[in-house]
């Protein structure tokens, strides 16, 4: 089961930009799917990006569509999320997820097995 790191939160103001890191150890990282969720206070966790192993497919839930953008560096054992146009809505704890499989299976947090610790991300307005 990978562990994984997150770094790269921070404030920001609407319309700026930050990228997010997922460093990852201990097993093969070119296995695992891999997703970010995030959760915002007072807030059910959210579905951001997923990734598969390859890097070939992702998939974005509806609110961050073509401002977020995922990828992930196997030679690096790193995920990303680079998040343009930010807004106060945007403002959350976001976690790096693993699947078990390469493939990204669902959407949901029981699809996914291993989560970081969370990274804030405050957008003010």
């Known amino acids: 089961q990978l562990q994984l790191v997150e770094s790269g939160g921070g404030s920001v103001e609407s319309g700026g930009s930050l990228r997010l890191s997922c460093a990852t150890s201990?097993?093969?990282?070119?296995?695992?799917?891999m997703a970010w969720f995030r959760q915002a206070p007072g807030k059910e966790r959210e579905f951001v990006a997923a990734?598969?192993?390859?890097?070939?497919?992702?998939y974005y839930g509806d609110s961050v569509k073509g401002r977020f953008t995922i990828s992930r560096d196997n030679s690096k054992n790193t995920m990303y999320l680079e998040m343009n146009s930010l807004k106060s809505e945007d403002r959350a704890v976001y976690y790096c997820?693993?699947?078990?499989?390469?493939?990204?299976?669902?959407?949901?947090?029981?699809?996914?097995?291993?989560w970081g610790q969370g990274t804030q991300v405050t957008v003010s307005s």
């Open positions: 990734i598969n192993w390859s890097g070939t497919r992702t």
């Open positions: 997820v693993s699947a078990e499989s390469g493939i990204v299976m669902g959407k949901t947090d029981q699809d996914f097995w291993s």
């Open positions: 201990g097993g093969t990282f070119s296995n695992h799917a």
